[in-house]
């Protein structure tokens, strides 16, 4: 019970730095007219 808990606090983690890092990835695009590259899973 408590490794699954520790699990999917591990993988919402993951999750929010994926989407947190593929924002700051567009707003960089957008000031900078960078081409995105695409994000590694």
Known sequence: MRDDYHERL???AF???TAM???IEQALEMMWG???TPPTK
Do not use: A, D, G, H
Request: charged share 35%; aromatic share 8%; proline share 0%.
């Open 10 to 12: 591990r993988k919402q």
């Open 21 to 23: 890092s593929f924002l």
């Open 15 to 17: 999750e929010q730095n």
């Open 34 to 36: 960078i081409e995105s």
